[in-house]
T-cell receptor, first 112, second 111 residues
Framework: DADVTQTPRNRITKTGKRIMLECSQT?????MYWYRQDPGLGLRLIYY???????NKGEISDGYSVSRQAQAKFSLSLESAIPNQTALYFC???????????FGQGTRLTVV | QKEVEQNSGPLSVPEGAIASLNCTYS??????FFWYRQYSGKSPELIMS????GDKEDGRFTAQLNKASQYVSLLIRDSQPSDSATYLC???????????FGQGTRLTINP
């Protein structure tokens, strides 16, 4: 089983719908991240969390919200999906400051 | 100014040659730097980390860090077609303690 698991792997949804992407990890890491990837734009940080009570906005948080339900779970919500939120979304975890991130398999989201 | 910048390429290199990938960053006090490789449709995977000025070698890969110039690079020696991928530079921004990525450089190794 993967250490960082994202569900669903693929999703097509309609404009205006609410959708949640889920991430769970078995690595025991405190830090969790949500990134979005668009062609030619690399990985852009949406939200990140140091622990259950510490959640921070990244560079592109507008239109997204997150919930850290437990140390091992970090979900990303799109309250009202729009087509320009069509992208590949990655969850990642990290052990602490100055450490690398470990990625989930990604969720390909299409908003029509 | 973006926090982490890379030349998006594409970069094309003949098989067996050295591929050189570059990255600059804006936060002077950043302390940790990473290179990830990402194949199309797959997750990024870590290939190198570097924390101190100078060179760090791992097999065919060498990471170079120059904190004074705020510059980090990755050299791939004896490039192979299997090295064709997008390479992402990542920097831990110390103040905010967040991991920020560049836009990635798409590398193609031509047989």
């Amino acid at each position: 089983d993967a250490d960082v698991t994202q569900t669903p792997r693929n999703r097509i949804t309609k404009t205006g719908k609410r959708i949640m992407l889920e991430c769970s990890q078995t690595k025991g890491h405190d830090r969790m991240y949500w990134y979005r990837q668009d062609p030619g734009l690399g990985l852009r940080l949406i939200y990140y969390s140091f622990d259950v009570k510490d959640i921070n906005k990244g560079e592109i948080s507008d239109g997204y919200s997150v919930s850290r339900q437990a140390q091992a779970k970090f979900s990303l919500s799109l309250e009202s999906a729009i087509p320009n939120q069509t992208a590949l979304y990655f969850c990642a975890t990290g052990e602490g400051a100055n450490t690398e991130a470990f990625f989930g398999q990604g969720t390909r989201l299409t908003v029509v | 100014q973006k926090e982490v910048e890379q030349n998006s390429g594409p970069l094309s290199v003949p098989e067996g040659a050295i591929a050189s990938l570059n990255c600059t960053y804006s936060d002077r006090v950043s302390q940790s730097f990473f290179w990830y490789r990402q194949y199309s449709g797959k997750s990024p995977e870590l290939i190198m980390s570097i924390y101190s000025n100078g060179d760090k070698e791992d097999g065919r890969f060498t990471a170079q860090l120059n904190k004074a110039s705020q510059y980090v690079s990755l050299l791939i020696r004896d490039s192979q077609p299997s090295d064709s991928a997008t390479y992402l530079c990542a920097v831990n921004i110390k103040g905010a303690q967040k991991l920020v990525f560049g836009q990635g450089t798409r590398l193609t190794i031509n047989p």
